[in-house]
């Protein structure tokens, strides 16, 4: 099945600084990758997605790039801001038709320093 | 609040007692999900719904018994937990069953979680 890895467990930037955080996949059938946001004691929000026929997403200080060939993706956030802080998820469909499942990293904190 | 509401909040039973846990979903959608979440570990996707009906048991102890009974709502059954059952019970639902095309669809919509501790 798939496996997915986040690299680093855990991240701290100074605010206006730009973060980035990587994931890595086994499945090379894989072909859509949503990021969750987590924030302290509350639920994951997806906050953007790709699909594997699309390099690099982008919504305002968000982007997402994949790479298929190495199999991995990775979130950029640009200027951080306090708010950015929280635990993020990357996520990756594998599997066909019904059996597709999504399966989640183990997630990796952000920490952005004011 | 995201549509998607749970109920407790937080339980605390003990190995013999028998609990559940209870989702509502107002979104009008056909998928619902139960994840399990413990400390440094990944979303452990326990169980997928899809029209009321189930369509994923990822190998989840006999212990944890889901139920469906109509679009709207998924329960979890809990019977004689261990302490290492312990986590935070994620319900989600989205759209339709998450599908590589991407779109409004994939979106899984979580609700707050249910805090449970097996003493």
């Known amino acids: 099945g798939e496996n997915v890895e986040q690299h680093p467990s855990t991240l701290s930037v100074q605010e206006g600084d730009s973060a980035v955080i990587k994931c890595t996949y086994s499945?090379?059938?894989?072909?859509?990758f949503p990021w969750y946001k987590q924030e302290l004691g509350k639920r994951p929000q997806l906050i953007i997605d790709i699909r594997s026929n699309v390099g690099e997403k982008k919504d305002q200080r968000i982007a997402v790039t994949l790479n298929k060939t190495a199999k991995h993706f990775s979130l950029h956030i640009t200027e951080t801001q306090p708010e950015d802080s929280a635990v993020y998820f990357c996520?990756?469909?594998?599997?066909?038709?019904?059996?597709?499942?999504?399966?989640f990293g183990k997630g990796i904190t952000l920490s952005v320093r004011p | 609040e995201t549509g998607v509401t749970q109920t407790p909040r937080h339980l605390v039973m003990g190995m013999t007692n028998k609990k559940s846990l209870k989702c509502e979903q107002h979104?009008?959608?056909?998928?619902m999900y139960w994840y399990k979440q413990s400390a440094k570990k990944p979303l452990e996707l326990m169980f997928v719904y899809s029209l009321e009906e189930r369509v994923e048991n990822n190998s989840v102890p006999s212990r944890f018994s889901p139920e469906c009974p109509n679009s709207s709502h998924l329960f979890l059954h809990l019977h004689t937990l261990q302490p290492e059952d312990s986590a935070l019970y994620l319900c989600a639902s989205s759209q339709g069953r998450v599908r590589e095309t991407g779109g409004p669809n994939n979106e899984q919509f979580f609700g707050p979680g249910t805090r449970l501790t097996v003493l």
């Open positions: 979104l009008g959608h056909n998928a």
């Open positions: 499945d090379s059938a894989s072909n859509y």
């Open positions: 996520a990756a469909l594998g599997g066909v038709g019904a059996n597709s499942k999504l399966t």
